[in-house]
């Protein structure tokens, strides 16, 4: 059986600002057809790793290569495949959406017109006032579609639905799985909403003090993260332990246990032991974002 092809290949990426040290040993493989969810607090890296991908930003030490080229050399045939929305949107402020995807779309032959056509009106974009004028919700909107416009085998959005109000960003994520779902297209897909990403994701990445922390299917993530909730017979020692916890609550007989192993085994052996009340949890991904960056 043939696996996919790598779109992305970053091997012991790094990126150092100075003396101030932002990525270390970044290591991450994306094959085509993923969507995947990069998670990671304020100030952890995940724009500068995108920049870096993507050829904005020359990295300090290791490669990063897209569609198999060098990501600061990318060829004007890579970038075609290319879609991106940063944080802030920029586009000529003088003209009208219409002028500004009449614009974009001139520099690529595939672009398509209908669906572009579609998503400002199911978007509400307005179309005969200046992007000037635009709220911060709407020039999101304008970028989002000029991404998407040309179809492209590589979408990266950084912070895409950040001033989108839900009903926006329902319509998006609709959008954006429908471009996916042929399982052609490949997503990088960096924001603060982990409710978004448990619609859309089939991957998430975790970038934590510059490394990546976690990278795993979607699904393994959320069946191997589980909370315990433990109320024993007699007080618990100081000393409780529980294999693969990532964080442990004791008070008094009570102990709230995050963990990444929970099987039935495990389950039973705390009953017996310490012949207590065990109860498991599923964990959502915010839940299992908050556990590991407490």
């Known amino acids: 059986m043939n696996l ?6 970053i091997e012991h990426l790094g990126k150092a600002f100075g003396v101030h040290t932002v990525l270390r040993q970044i ?15 304020n100030g952890s890296g995940k724009s500068t790793l995108i920049k870096c991908l993507l050829g904005l930003l020359r990295r300090s030490a290791g490669s990063s290569r897209v569609f198999g080229e060098d990501s600061w050399s990318l060829s004007a045939g890579a970038k075609t495949r ?8 920029r586009v000529y402020s003088w003209m009208t959406a219409p002028q500004v995807i ?3 779309a001139a520099f690529y032959p595939s672009w398509d017109q209908a669906l572009t056509d579609d998503l400002v009106r199911r978007w ?12 911060p919700g709407e020039l999101q909107k304008l970028g989002l579609i000029l991404a998407l416009g040309h179809r492209p ?4 959005l950084d912070e895409p639905v950040a001033s989108l109000d839900p009903a926006a960003r329902r319509d998006f994520l609709k959008s954006l799985l429908e471009v996916t779902q042929d399982e052609q297209h490949t997503v990088l ?33 959320k069946d191997r993260f589980k909370r315990l909730r433990i109320r024993a017979a007699a007080n618990l020692p100081n000393t409780f332990q529980v294999p693969g916890a990532i964080r442990t609550e004791i008070d008094g007989a009570t102990a709230l246990v995050a963990t990444t192993q929970s099987s039935s085994e495990l389950i039973d052996d705390l009953r017996t032991r310490w012949q207590a009340e065990v109860h498991v949890e599923d964990l959502n991904l915010e839940d299992i974002f908050l556990e590991l960056n407490p």
């Open 189 to 221: 897909f960096s924001t603060h909403i982990t409710s978004d990403l448990e619609r859309v994701a089939s991957h998430v990445a975790l970038l934590r003090d510059g490394r990546i922390a976690l990278f795993e299917d979607l699904d393994v993530v």
């Open 82 to 89: 290319l879609g991106y929305v940063p944080q802030d949107v």
């Open 27 to 41: 290591d991450l493989v994306v094959l085509r057809g993923a969507v995947i969810g990069l998670l990671g607090t």
């Open 4 to 9: 996919p092809e790598p779109v992305i290949q």
């Open 102 to 104: 009449a614009y974009t």
């Open 124 to 135: 509400h974009v307005p179309t005969d006032r200046r992007v000037g004028s635009f709220s």
């Open 153 to 156: 085998e590589l979408l990266v």
